[in-house]
């Protein structure tokens, strides 16, 4: 049982990411890459999907703009979106990427932006909650490892 | 036992790896994934680079292939490193899913196909492969 409380409610938070669904096991995979040499390397990955995936949720505005859609450039883009979204474990962000590439095989556009909309929605969501997991878990500190008493 | 690697003509023990992912997310996960293995790893960002790569005289014991990507694609790129007589281990790692698509990657000249995203345990199985 975690004695430390601010640990308790890092891992309460951490729970409630994977029973909402903004999580998936991808996320646990990640977390075991983690170590003493990479302490970090979780929120350097969320960072760095963050600001990669920025740039084609952009592209992907400015596609929906052009009448009439590009079908064939806007399910290239939301493809690559999907595949860092899967990589870091947004369960529900991929969720919504797979509904729209849906949509652009069928030629529907207005269930296109409408999922786009949705899907930012979850984007914005996930980067909140995770940032402030991360920021407590900077709070809380390193795991302290077992070690004999002296 | 690994398999002997060369960077540079120099001869090492440790096994060798290079990444072909356009993805940046990607490229850090796999990267550490196989730091992780002890594998040294190098990545490139497209199939070109991947061909430009062997020609200047590297090689690698695995070779981690993305299917979809600017310039080159992995199933081109995979064919010409084969004519090449590159004889490394090519893993396709992909998102896709159509049985049709995989083949055409597995038939370019694949040892493994593995979906993404990349596990410890699909790395895992791909080094066994390796060390046989």
Do not use: W
């Amino acid at each position: 049982m975690e004695r430390n409380p601010m640990r308790r409610q890092l891992q309460t938070l951490r729970k409630s990411l994977f029973d909402q669904g903004y999580l998936d096991d991808q996320f646990v995979q990640l977390e075991e890459l983690q170590d003493d040499a990479n302490p970090n390397f979780v929120e350097e990955v969320v960072t760095l999907y963050y600001r990669d995936s920025g740039r084609i949720i952009l592209n992907i505005e400015q596609a929906l703009e052009r009448k009439p859609f590009d079908f064939n450039k806007l399910d290239a883009y939301m493809h690559q979106f999907k595949g860092s979204s899967s990589s870091i474990g947004a369960k529900k962000v991929k969720a919504e990427s797979t509904l729209f590439r849906e949509y652009c095989r069928s030629r529907n556009g207005e269930g296109c932006m409408r999922t786009f909309q949705q899907l930012k929605k979850e984007y914005a969501t996930l980067r909140r909650k995770l940032e402030a997991y991360f920021q407590l878990a900077r709070q809380a500190g390193p795991v302290e490892t077992a070690c004999r008493p002296k | 036992m690994a398999a002997q690697g060369r960077h540079g003509g120099q001869e090492s023990n440790k096994m060798t790896a290079l990444v072909v992912d356009d993805n940046t997310v990607n490229r850090m996960i796999h990267h550490r994934l196989l730091d992780n293995l002890g594998i040294e790893n190098v990545a490139v960002v497209n199939g070109k680079e991947a061909v430009d790569i062997h020609c200047s005289g590297k090689t690698f014991d695995l070779i981690l292939m993305d299917m979809d990507m600017p310039v080159m694609n992995g199933i081109e790129a995979t064919r010409q490193l084969r004519e090449m007589g590159i004889r490394s281990m090519i893993a396709g790692v992909s998102t896709r899913s159509m049985e049709r698509e995989i083949r055409e990657f597995i038939e370019a000249g694949l040892d493994d196909y593995q979906e993404k995203p990349l596990t410890m345990s699909k790395l895992i199985s791909i080094v066994h492969k390796i060390n046989g």
